[in-house]
Nanobody, 129 residues
Framework: EVQLVESGGGLVQAGGSLRLSCAAS????????IGWFRQDPGKERQGVSC????????YYADSVKGRFTVSSDNAKNTVYLQMNSLKPEDTATYYC??????????????????????WGQGTQVTVSS
């Protein structure tokens, strides 16, 4: 059973930084796609950044491009989301999801394959103005 555990959320002032971590266990596949999604109450879920383990390709939503960076540490089975220059509109609960289907990061962040993915419990990010 795949388990994902997010951490690193918190309260930060606008312009600040946070690094989210997603620790994965139980993965038996070498190929997987992993993504960071966020959702605020009353708003639709948004794919923020996704990455393929096959070739390291990444996708970023326009709203975070140039500010957020996704990376992985395979030795620690952990994926990170470095978030810089945070804005109040980045406030949301952030979730990581991972699936063993080969789906390009763009399509994964767009929602393809998520029904077959494992999800973490989420971590709250609050950016004050």
């Amino acid at each position: 059973e795949v388990q994902l555990v997010e951490s690193g959320g918190g309260l930060v002032q606008a312009g600040g930084s946070l690094r989210l971590s997603c620790a994965a266990s139980g993965f038996s596949e070498d190929d997987y796609t992993i993504g960071w999604f966020r959702q605020d109450p009353g708003k639709e879920r948004q794919g923020v950044s996704c990455m393929s383990s096959r070739d390291g390709s990444t996708y970023y939503a326009d709203s975070v491009k140039g500010r957020f960076t996704v990376s992985s540490d395979n030795a620690k089975n952990t994926v990170y989301l470095q978030m810089n220059s945070l804005k109040p509109e980045d406030t949301a609960t952030y979730y990581c999801a991972a699936g063993s289907d080969f789906i390009t990061p763009y399509f994964y962040c767009s929602g393809y394959g998520l029904q077959r993915s494992s999800w973490g419990q989420g971590t709250q990010v609050t950016v004050s103005s």
